[in-house]
C-alpha cells in the first residue's frame, strides 16, 4: 500500500465517521423510538415553604412535638430539623418548613395538625409613597 492511498484511505474514513455522526438525526425515526428519546424523568417536586398549624402540646416540648409530627411524613428527625425552619410556640402553635405537594398532603393527616398552608407574604398598603416599617409591613407616608 502506498502512501498515497493510505492517506485516501483515512480521509474516507474519517468522512465516513463524520457521517455517522451526522446522518443518524436526518433519518427517519420510529414514533415509539422517538417517544422513547424524548420521555422525560418526572422532576422532583418542588418544596416551598408552609406554615403548620398543631394542637399545643400536653406533655411534650412544642420543638420535639414539631419534628416528631414531621419525621412522620418526612422518614426521619434528620430529614425533619433541615426541613424546619422556624417554631411558633407563642402566639400560636406550629412551625414553618420547607414540603412538597404529597408532603402537604400526608401531614395533614398526622395526629395534632389542624391546618397546613403555603407562606406568603402580605402588604397592608401598596403603591408608592410607602416604607417598609416593623415586620416588614408596608406604612404609608
Known sequence: MTVSSFRSLLSVLALLSVAV??????????????ADATTKLPEP???????????KPEVEEPEAFHIRTLAAVLGSEEASKESL????THAASGFSAKLTKSQVEELSKQPGVLQVMPDKTLHLMGGSG???GAAGLAWGR
Open 21 to 34: 455522526l451526522v446522518v443518524p438525526s436526518f433519518l427517519p425515526v420510529s414514533s415509539s423510538a422517538m
Open 45 to 55: 417536586e418542588e418544596a416551598t415553604v408552609h406554615i403548620v398549624f398543631v394542637r
Open 85 to 88: 425552619i422556624y417554631h411558633y
Open 130 to 132: 410607602t416604607s417598609a
